[in-house]
């Protein structure tokens, strides 16, 4: 099966904590996303990445940092949480020169800070 | 800088009724993407349809349209014979040269009636 997946489905942790989140995808594309869905369903880029650029939204705190280590993989650390990093943080890809370019899903991580 | 609005928090209709969903943006791109995504009550995001802003056709894929209003930076989603399958969360996304990400608008919840 070809899609983006995401690892873990949940997460709870305690304000200052260290998390990380992984997204694969098997789709073949060559670009990789992350955004940043809040409770009110607002959704907002954090950061796009293909194996020459890594393009960070400039509102994303630096505590975020992305980690690649290959063209389908772009994993999420967030280096100490805080209790506004509560949300779903989905995963997405796409490829580069496609007709219709659409980025692909992951399923979403939700994250809740105590 | 660039923006997309949603004006339609929410929306409803009755099985077999065709549904306008409105989108306006901004931006100072000559060429960009417009993209329209259906989110589940799961959290999935799925791909409906997409316009280009070099094509002035309005585009079309099932069931689904837009009403593509370049010179007003406006475009609607059309849904013909909606069913209650099509509940969900509309998202109308920009996307613009350089990182290709998606700027979303606040979304349109929609309910279909049986």
């Known amino acids: 099966e070809t899609a983006v997946f995401q690892t873990p489905n949940y997460h709870v942790t305690q304000v200052g904590n260290e998390v990380s989140f992984n997204c694969k995808q098997t789709l073949g594309h060559d670009t990789m996303y992350w955004y940043k869905q809040d409770s009110k369903k607002l959704l907002k880029i954090m950061f796009s990445?293909?194996?020459?650029?890594?393009?960070v939204n400039e509102t994303v705190p630096r505590r975020f940092s992305p980690q690649s280590s290959d063209k389908a993989h772009l994993n999420l650390r967030i280096k100490s949480v805080e209790p506004e990093d509560s949300a779903v943080y989905l995963c997405?890809?796409?490829?580069?020169?496609?007709?219709?370019?659409?980025?692909?899903f992951g399923p979403g991580t939700r994250l809740t800070v105590l | 800088a660039q923006r997309v609005t949603q004006v339609q928090p929410t929306g409803s209709s009755q099985w077999g009724e065709e549904v306008t969903l409105d989108c306006s943006y901004e931006t100072s791109e000559y060429f960009y993407r417009i993209f329209w995504y259906r989110q589940l009550f799961s959290g999935e995001m799925v791909f409906l349809i997409y316009?280009?802003?070099?094509?002035?056709q309005n585009q079309r894929s099932g069931r689904y349209s837009v009403v593509f209003q370049k010179s007003f930076k406006s475009i609607s989603l059309v849904i013909s014979a909606s069913q209650p399958e099509d509940s969900g969360t509309y998202f109308c996304a920009l996307s613009a040269p350089g990182s290709w990400q998606l700027i979303f608008g606040s979304g349109t919840q929609l309910t279909v009636m049986p």
């Open positions: 997405a890809s796409s490829l580069t020169g496609r007709v219709i370019p659409e980025q692909f």
């Open positions: 990445y293909n194996n020459k650029q890594l393009i």
């Open positions: 316009q280009p802003s070099f094509d002035t």
